[in-house]
């Protein structure tokens, strides 16, 4: 139980396009999902938190214009990279809780961004 | 503010030499002490959850146990395939989220 599904696992794009990254809890109901964003050799640093059907909490210094949260659903949450430049690349990982199992973060296999 | 310090960074061990590696963590209201091992290109891997000092937990070779400064994982006779990243992490009533440390990668040489 308490799988967590992301797509694409990899994905390449050129400077200025958008990129659509999906977060899915396939068997339970995440009453919050979470963006973290991982460099080389680095822990993870939260982007933002989201909660079924209201605005993302972001970080400081993340600006929500550029990563945008939408948390559509008890199980999907879409991470939105948008005019993406080559400072983005980095990996994504995302995260769902579930109260059910006292508050433990479930993580995604996380999405690899390389923008050229 | 919530901290997690992790130690050492890196560890390299010989198959079957059995060891721990530390997670010492500030916290406002603990909630929660997470362990999780991360595999290179891959995300975070639940391992444990801990809720109180003096608790203990077990997964084959790896136990966690945890005091109100610190916790540790110990790892008993462990195998190639236990090399991996293992990342500390605690949520405190402060906040919604967990504070990770920087993570202890583990290297298990046969």
């Known amino acids: 139980g308490a799988v967590v599904s992301q797509h694409p696992s990899r994905v390449i794009c050129k400077s200025g396009t958008s990129v659509k990254i999906e977060c899915r809890s396939l068997?339970?109901?995440?009453?919050?999902m979470f963006w973290y964003r991982q460099f080389p050799k680095q822990s993870l640093m939260l982007m933002a938190t989201?909660?079924?059907?209201?605005?993302?909490?972001?970080e400081q210094g993340v600006e929500k214009d550029k990563f945008l949260i939408n948390h559509a659903s008890l199980t999907l949450s879409t991470l939105t990279v948008t005019s993406a430049h080559p400072e983005d690349s980095s990996f994504y990982i995302c995260?769902?809780?579930?109260?059910?199992?006292?508050?433990?973060?479930?993580f995604g296999p996380g999405t690899r961004l390389l923008v050229l | 503010e919530d901290q997690v310090t992790q130690s050492p960074e890196a560890l390299r061990l010989q198959e079957g030499e059995s060891s721990s590696l530390n997670c010492s963590y500030t916290?406002?209201?603990?909630?929660?002490l997470f362990w999780y091992r991360q595999d290179p290109g891959k995300g975070p891997e639940f391992l444990f959850t801990?809720?109180?000092a003096g608790e203990e937990k077990e997964k084959e070779r790896l136990k966690a146990t945890l005091t109100k400064k610190e916790s540790f994982l110990h790892i008993t006779a462990p195998k190639p395939e236990d090399s991996a990243t293992y990342l500390c992490?605690?949520?405190?009533?402060?906040?919604?989220?967990?504070?990770f440390g920087a993570g202890t990668r583990l290297t298990v040489k046969p």
């Open positions: 995260s769902a809780r579930t109260l059910a199992v006292q508050e433990t973060q479930y």
């Open positions: 068997d339970f109901q995440a009453t919050t």
């Open positions: 989201s909660n079924e059907g209201s605005k993302a909490t972001y």
């Open positions: 916290v406002s209201g603990l909630r929660g």
């Open positions: 801990l809720y109180s």
């Open positions: 992490a605690v949520q405190g009533s402060n906040n919604n989220d967990m504070r």
